[in-house]
């Protein structure tokens, strides 16, 4: 889905990332730069049979971590078995601060101890949906114990934890719990999640701990919805009118 990386990496930009290269199977590139804004790069990499990443993929990536600040992994990559494979090397081996979204999330089903591998900051951002799959409980279980969850996921697979929903959790390995009060029932539309990825991202690129990127990424992508809601309506919204509205955000926080 060329849309989820287009919104995360245009997003990213608008965040203050001072250059944003979005990774695709080498097929899909030039689809994607006719779709993605100009400002951002592509970077085509090997694909398998399917025609979503492939191994080979991740030992191209090996070869040029040194270019990034931070890396997203996730939005609209799919989940065919050759690109589950890439994103579980990629999530173990990644030495940049990285943020697990989306599919990459699936990725990890039933093996959420690959988190405990890692040596770098690793931010994961589910719903209730992909919280569910993370670690088994029901969504109404999850639902009904937030915050918990939350803190002891965690705390128990050494990562920053954003739990999305009414009162987004953000958790930290060490304790530290955040609950954000921004935003509204209109970003409940799709894409907004994608939004919030390039958001972390970008702060993470821009020296932020992965607790503070979280926590400032659910504050100001909620804000930027509520001016986004009250100019478009919630009823209207769509994931790039969040996107237009974080300059006017940051601009107002500036002030």
Same mark, same amino acid.
């Given at each position: 889905?060329?849309g989820?990386?287009?919104?995360?990496?245009?997003s990213?930009?608008?965040?203050?990332?001072g250059?944003?290269?979005t990774?695709?199977?080498?097929?899909?590139?030039?689809?994607?730069?006719?779709?993605?804004?100009h400002?951002?790069?592509?970077?085509?990499?090997?694909?398998?049979?399917l025609? %979503? *990443? #492939?191994? @080979?993929?991740? !030992?191209?990536?090996?070869?040029?971590?040194?270019?990034?600040? &931070?890396?997203?992994?996730?939005p609209?990559?799919?989940?065919?078995?050759?690109?589950?494979?890439?994103?579980?090397?990629?999530?173990?081996?990644?030495?940049?601060?990285?943020?697990?979204?989306?599919?990459?999330?699936?990725?990890?089903?039933?093996?959420?101890?690959?988190l405990?591998?890692?040596?770098?900051?690793?931010?994961?951002?589910p719903?209730?949906?992909e919280?569910?799959?993370?670690? %088994? *409980? #029901?969504? @109404?279980?999850? !639902?009904?114990?937030?915050?918990?969850?939350?803190?002891d996921? &965690?705390?128990?697979?050494?990562?920053?934890?954003?739990?999305?929903?009414?009162?987004?959790?953000?958790?930290?390995?060490?304790?530290?719990?955040?609950?954000?009060?921004?935003?509204?029932v209109?970003?409940a539309?799709?894409?907004?999640?994608?939004?919030?990825?390039?958001?972390?991202?970008?702060?993470?690129?821009?020296?932020?701990?992965?607790?503070d990127?979280?926590?400032?990424?659910?504050?100001?992508?909620?804000?930027?919805?509520?001016?986004?809601?009250?100019?478009?309506?919630?009823?209207?919204?769509?994931?790039?009118?969040?996107?237009?509205?974080?300059?006017?955000?940051?601009?107002?926080a500036?002030?």
């Amino acid at each position: 889905m060329l849309g989820a990386a287009a919104l995360s990496s245009l997003s990213a930009m608008r965040s203050g990332a001072g250059m944003v290269t979005t990774a695709i199977p080498r097929d899909l590139n030039l689809t994607l730069q006719k779709k993605i804004s100009h400002c951002v790069m592509t970077l085509p990499l090997a694909q398998g049979a399917l025609g %979503g *990443f #492939s191994l @080979k993929a991740f !030992e191209q990536l090996k070869k040029i971590w040194d270019r990034f600040d &931070a890396v997203a992994i996730g939005p609209g990559i799919g989940r065919d078995n050759g690109t589950i494979k890439f994103v579980r090397q990629v999530v173990i081996h990644c030495p940049q601060p990285l943020v697990i979204d989306a599919d990459a999330l699936f990725a990890l089903k039933g093996q959420p101890e690959i988190l405990l591998k890692v040596k770098s900051v690793r931010v994961l951002t589910p719903h209730a949906g992909e919280m569910s799959r993370l670690t %088994g *409980f #029901s969504t @109404k279980k999850i !639902e009904g114990s937030r915050q918990k969850i939350a803190c002891d996921f &965690a705390q128990k697979y050494h990562c920053v934890l954003l739990l999305k929903g009414h009162q987004t959790i953000v958790a930290s390995a060490e304790g530290k719990i955040y609950l954000n009060h921004t935003g509204n029932v209109g970003m409940a539309t799709a894409g907004s999640g994608d939004v919030l990825t390039g958001m972390i991202t970008a702060f993470l690129g821009q020296g932020m701990s992965g607790f503070d990127a979280a926590k400032y990424g659910a504050y100001y992508h909620g804000k930027a919805g509520d001016l986004a809601a009250k100019e478009k309506t919630k009823v209207s919204m769509i994931a790039t009118d969040i996107i237009e509205h974080i300059p006017k955000v940051f601009k107002k926080a500036s002030s």
